[in-house]
C-alpha cells in the first residue's frame, strides 16, 4: 500500500468515506481526468459529487484566480464589500437572473450546502412565524441539525444523536403507486391529520443521494400551486442538481416554477472552491443584519472563479451541448438495462444527473468498484447504494464522454456474465 494512503489511514478519522471506494492518493486533475500517485490515469464520472461541472482545474478560472492572488486580492472579508464580490453579484445577475425573469436578492449564508438550506429553513420560520417544515421521502439537504431534520436517510440523521424536530416527512414524486400530491393535501386540508400548516416545503427536483429520483415537471408544477394556496414557501434545494446538472442552469426551469427560496452550492465557484447562495425573494428578505452570518461567508477567490464560470451562460450553446450529450448518456444507459436483464436496472434521472437503479442486491457497488479498477471514477447513491450514479463533467468532451461509457459497459458485462467470478 501507499505510505501516504497508509498515513491517510493511520490518521485520519474513521469517518473518512470517499478514500474507501477509491483507494489510491490523488496527486493531478485535469478537465475530466484525474491522475494517481502511480501515474494511473482515470476519467471523472464523479465530479466532486456535482461541485466540478466544469471538471478540474479550468484553464480561464485558473488563471483568473492566479492573477487576483498575485495582485494582493481581497482573500478573506466576511460581508464586508470588495470588488471581487460585487463583480459577481453583478455578473449572476445580468447573465443567470435577468434573461429567466427571475428577481431574487442574494445571501451569502456560508460556504457549503448546509449552511444554504440551514438559512432557507430559518427564514422561512421567521417570514412566516410557523415551525414546521414538509420534506419529501428521499431527500437529502446536509449533515447539519436543521439540513438533518429534512433529509430522509436514517444512517445519515442517526449521527446527530438527538431528536430532530418540527418536520414532517411526505412522499415523493413516484414513491406509492398512488397520486402523492393529493395525499399531501388532504393532510393540509384535515384538522384531525396531525399536521399543522408548515412554514414551508423543501424539495430537490431531481434526488441525488436519494438515488436519482426525478420528480415529474407536471408533479413540481402541483406542489408550487399546493404551496400558494396554504401561503406556504417553497424552497428548491438546487445544490447538487443545479448549476446545469439537469440541462438547465436551474434544475426547476422546464418545470416553469418560481421557487420563493433557492439553495445553491457545489458547483456555483466554478472551480471546487466552496460557495454557497441563498436566493430570496425580495420581499421575503427580512433577516436583521447579521441574524444569520458566519465567519466564512464572502469567499473572494470563490467570486472570482464563479464570474469567470457564468461566461458558459451567456448564450444557449452551452446548454445545447449539455443536451445533446445527456441523449448520448440516457440512450446508452437504456440500451445497458435492455442488453443485460441479468441486473434488473432502471434507467433514473435528468440530464448528466442519472444512473442505472439495480435490483440485484451489492450490484451497483460491484460495478462501480470494477469501473475504478478499469480506470473510471464512479459512485453510488440511493439509500442502500442501489444506484449507479453518472455524474461526468458537463463540458467533457463527446468521444471521452464515450470512452468512459465503453468503460462501465465493460464492468456490467463482465459482473452479470460471470458473478461467480466477481
Not at 429567466?100 to 444554504?116: A, I, Q
Not at 414546521?132 to 421521502?137: A, L, P, R
Not at 447538487?240 to 457545489?266: M, N, V, W, Y
Given at each position: 500500500m501507499?505510505k501516504?494512503?497508509?498515513?491517510?489511514?493511520?490518521h485520519?478519522?474513521?469517518?473518512?468515506s470517499y478514500?474507501?471506494?477509491f483507494?489510491?492518493?490523488f496527486t493531478?486533475?485535469?478537465?475530466?481526468?484525474?491522475w494517481?500517485e502511480n501515474?494511473k490515469e482515470?476519467?471523472?464520472?464523479?465530479?466532486g459529487?456535482g461541485a466540478?461541472?466544469?471538471?478540474?482545474n479550468?484553464?480561464?478560472?485558473?488563471?483568473?484566480?492566479v492573477d487576483?492572488?498575485?495582485?494582493?486580492g481581497i482573500?478573506?472579508?466576511?460581508?464586508?464589500?470588495?470588488?471581487?464580490?460585487?463583480?459577481?453579484l453583478?455578473?449572476f445577475?445580468?447573465?443567470?437572473?435577468?434573461?429567466?425573469?427571475?428577481?431574487?436578492?442574494?445571501?451569502?449564508?456560508?460556504?457549503?450546502?448546509t449552511?444554504?438550506?440551514e438559512?432557507?429553513?430559518k427564514?422561512?420560520r421567521?417570514?412566516?412565524g410557523?415551525?414546521?417544515?414538509?420534506?419529501?421521502?428521499?431527500g437529502?439537504h446536509?449533515?447539519?441539525i436543521g439540513?438533518l431534520s429534512v433529509?430522509g436517510?436514517?444512517?445519515k440523521?442517526?449521527g446527530?444523536g438527538?431528536?430532530?424536530q418540527n418536520t414532517?416527512t411526505?412522499?415523493?414524486?413516484?414513491?406509492v403507486?398512488h397520486?402523492?400530491?393529493?395525499?399531501?393535501e388532504?393532510?393540509l386540508?384535515?384538522n384531525?391529520?396531525?399536521?399543522?400548516?408548515?412554514a414551508?416545503?423543501?424539495?430537490?427536483?431531481?434526488?441525488?443521494e436519494?438515488?436519482?429520483?426525478?420528480?415529474?415537471f407536471?408533479?413540481l408544477?402541483?406542489?408550487e400551486?399546493?404551496?400558494?394556496?396554504w401561503?406556504?414557501?417553497l424552497?428548491?434545494?438546487?445544490v447538487?442538481?443545479?448549476i446545469?446538472?439537469?440541462?438547465?442552469?436551474?434544475?426547476?426551469?422546464a418545470?416553469?416554477?418560481?421557487?420563493?427560496i433557492?439553495c445553491?452550492?457545489k458547483s456555483l465557484s466554478?472551480?471546487?472552491?466552496?460557495?454557497a447562495?441563498?436566493?430570496?425573494k425580495?420581499?421575503?428578505?427580512i433577516?436583521?443584519?447579521g441574524?444569520?452570518?458566519?465567519?466564512f461567508?464572502?469567499n473572494n477567490?470563490a467570486?472570482i472563479?464563479?464570474?469567470?464560470?457564468?461566461?458558459?451562460w451567456k448564450?444557449?450553446?452551452?446548454?445545447k451541448?449539455?443536451h445533446?450529450?445527456?441523449?448520448?448518456i440516457?440512450?446508452f444507459?437504456?440500451k445497458?438495462?435492455?442488453?443485460y436483464?441479468?441486473l434488473?436496472g432502471?434507467?433514473r434521472?435528468?440530464?448528466f444527473?442519472?444512473?442505472?437503479?439495480?435490483?440485484?442486491d451489492?450490484?451497483?457497488?460491484k460495478v462501480?468498484?470494477r469501473?475504478?479498477?478499469?480506470g473510471?471514477?464512479?459512485?453510488?447513491?440511493?439509500?442502500?447504494?442501489e444506484?449507479f450514479?453518472?455524474?461526468?463533467?458537463l463540458?467533457?468532451p463527446?468521444?471521452?464522454?464515450?470512452?468512459g461509457?465503453?468503460?462501465?459497459g465493460?464492468s456490467?458485462?463482465?459482473?452479470?456474465k460471470?458473478?461467480?467470478a466477481?
Amino acid at each position: 500500500m501507499s505510505k501516504n494512503l497508509d498515513i491517510i489511514n493511520h490518521h485520519e478519522s474513521v469517518v473518512r468515506s470517499y478514500v474507501r471506494n477509491f483507494p489510491t492518493v490523488f496527486t493531478k486533475a485535469k478537465k475530466h481526468k484525474m491522475w494517481d500517485e502511480n501515474g494511473k490515469e482515470y476519467i471523472d464520472f464523479f465530479s466532486g459529487a456535482g461541485a466540478l461541472n466544469y471538471g478540474h482545474n479550468d484553464d480561464t478560472m485558473k488563471q483568473k484566480l492566479v492573477d487576483y492572488i498575485m495582485s494582493d486580492g481581497i482573500t478573506h472579508s466576511l460581508d464586508m464589500a470588495s470588488t471581487a464580490k460585487a463583480e459577481f453579484l453583478q455578473k449572476f445577475d445580468d447573465v443567470i437572473l435577468q434573461p429567466r425573469n427571475l428577481d431574487y436578492k442574494v445571501m451569502f449564508p456560508g460556504p457549503t450546502g448546509t449552511n444554504t438550506v440551514e438559512s432557507a429553513l430559518k427564514l422561512a420560520r421567521k417570514v412566516t412565524g410557523r415551525t414546521d417544515i414538509i420534506s419529501f421521502t428521499g431527500g437529502f439537504h446536509g449533515m447539519t441539525i436543521g439540513s438533518l431534520s429534512v433529509t430522509g436517510n436514517s444512517m445519515k440523521r442517526q449521527g446527530a444523536g438527538i431528536p430532530l424536530q418540527n418536520t414532517v416527512t411526505m412522499a415523493y414524486d413516484n414513491y406509492v403507486d398512488h397520486d402523492t400530491v393529493v395525499y399531501l393535501e388532504r393532510f393540509l386540508e384535515d384538522n384531525g391529520s396531525g399536521v399543522a400548516i408548515p412554514a414551508a416545503m423543501i424539495v430537490e427536483t431531481v434526488q441525488g443521494e436519494g438515488g436519482i429520483n426525478a420528480a415529474r415537471f407536471d408533479w413540481l408544477k402541483q406542489i408550487e400551486e399546493i404551496c400558494r394556496r396554504w401561503g406556504i414557501l417553497l424552497i428548491v434545494d438546487d445544490v447538487q442538481a443545479g448549476i446545469g446538472r439537469t440541462g438547465t442552469f436551474f434544475s426547476f426551469e422546464a418545470a416553469g416554477i418560481k421557487p420563493d427560496i433557492i439553495c445553491l452550492s457545489k458547483s456555483l465557484s466554478g472551480y471546487g472552491l466552496p460557495l454557497a447562495v441563498t436566493l430570496i425573494k425580495p420581499e421575503l428578505d427580512i433577516f436583521k443584519p447579521g441574524e444569520h452570518n458566519g465567519t466564512f461567508r464572502g469567499n473572494n477567490h470563490a467570486f472570482i472563479t464563479a464570474a469567470a464560470a457564468l461566461d458558459y451562460w451567456k448564450d444557449d450553446s452551452f446548454e445545447k451541448e449539455i443536451h445533446e450529450k445527456s441523449e448520448i448518456i440516457y440512450n446508452f444507459l437504456e440500451k445497458i438495462v435492455e442488453d443485460y436483464p441479468e441486473l434488473e436496472g432502471e434507467v433514473r434521472g435528468r440530464g448528466f444527473m442519472v444512473g442505472i437503479a439495480s435490483r440485484v442486491d451489492g450490484l451497483s457497488e460491484k460495478v462501480a468498484a470494477r469501473c475504478f479498477e478499469l480506470g473510471l471514477i464512479m459512485e453510488t447513491a440511493g439509500p442502500n447504494d442501489e444506484v449507479f450514479k453518472l455524474f461526468p463533467p458537463l463540458n467533457i468532451p463527446k468521444d471521452e464522454l464515450q470512452k468512459g461509457l465503453d468503460i462501465i459497459g465493460e464492468s456490467v458485462k463482465g459482473l452479470v456474465k460471470d458473478p461467480v467470478a466477481n
